[in-house]
């Protein structure tokens, strides 16, 4: 049972990363369509963390076939990735028929959880779903009056996914002010990564979704948990905006929320995320090509201090399309800032030809078309 777990999530994972592959592809060829839509199937949460302004003791889920329309509308859209998140969203009854729909749309499918309800068969019910990632979120060893998120209460969970689970598992902790222990941050990320999943660290933004500053031994626990991490392309690695955010120092970056990223709320609107409920609050039906090329170009004022992460993720493959040589360097040169022993590996090796030489990238671009069957855009937004 255990070898046939471990020989079905390593062919899903070569399956997903080809999907990951054209997924990369059509953001590099074309920014007409986002490449990440959060959307909620229901805002009610069977818990309630004190720094959280995303969930509600008693709203109901949002009824199927409108769920269904509603990713299918996202689908037409272009979108490539579709998080499903609350509230909480395995409260939803038809959780599974929702991943299911996703995945024939051709998108992949993200649940973000807190876990309580992960036991043995509902992950295999996951797993025949079709979900591609799992993202839980950690805030403390021991429950307190801040959350209920706790290690102590979900390292079952944990183990249970690490045996059963066919699909891509992140654990997120967490830092910020009302973190109580923050030590506990760096003992959820090295359970993540012993358990073999991804451990990521996220800090705790106000109402606003802005940045609230690191202390000093928070500080230090942030950056040994980033040194866990030892992927070559791992976000947190090279998200500079992850430093300066936990110094809280400004980021220099361009918010593309409304048009690379979408944030769908339960009644079915459109907003830039999850922090700025309201607007463009356009209901999703009603949104087309023209709201996205305005999104893409409207100025954030809010984007210096922002801590939404998804957003900024995409906002780099942006930065990469535009830039592909100049981030591929600053890449490698931010690795081996922090790892001097770094070899370039092969994967790096092979994107450094691509991209490094003019000559090589018109090629690979053309390759990539026939391969990943991409049209020739229309129009490039700059
Ligand atoms: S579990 Fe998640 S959605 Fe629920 S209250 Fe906590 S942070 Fe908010
Ligand atoms: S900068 Fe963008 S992602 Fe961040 S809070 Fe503002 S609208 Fe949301």
Known sequence: ???????????????????????????????????????????????????????????????????????????????????????????????????RRIRQRGAIATLITNGYFLVPERIRQLNRAGLDYLQISIDNL???????????????????????????????????????????????????????????????????????????????????????????FSFSHYGRFQRNIARGEPNEWRCRAGSRFLYVCEDGLVHYCSQRRGKPAIPLAEYGAEHLEREFHTVKPCAPFCTISCVHQTAMLDAVREDPRGMLRQLTARRRASDPAFQTPALLRALEWMFLEPRNAALFNRVARIVFGLRKPARRLP
């Open 1 to 99: 049972m255990r070898l046939l777990t471990t020989i079905r999530r390593k062919a899903k994972t070569v399956a997903r990363k080809l999907r990951e592959a054209r997924m990369f592809a059509r953001a590099m060829h074309s920014a007409r369509h986002p490449i990440l839509a959060q959307i909620v199937p229901i805002r009610r949460c069977n818990l309630a963390c004190v720094y959280c302004n995303e969930f509600d003791s008693h709203s109901p889920p949002v009824p199927t076939a409108e769920m269904l329309r509603r990713i299918d509308r996202l689908a037409e859209l272009g979108t490539t990735i579709i998080t499903l998140s609350g509230g909480e969203p395995m409260l939803h009854p038809d959780l599974d028929l929702l991943i």
């Open 142 to 232: 021991e429950p307190d009056e801040t959350s209920k998120k706790s290690l102590k209460v979900l390292d079952r969970k944990l183990q249970w996914l690490a045996r059963h689970a066919e699909f891509a598992v992140s654990v997120n902790s967490v830092l910020g002010s009302p973190v109580r222990r923050p030590s506990d941050a760096l003992a959820v990320s090295r359970r993540a990564h012993q358990l073999g999943f991804t451990g990521t660290v996220g800090i705790l933004h106000d109402h606003n979704g802005q940045v609230m500053p690191l202390g000093r031994e928070q500080m230090e626990i942030f950056e040994e948990i980033l040194k866990l991490e030892k992927a070559v």
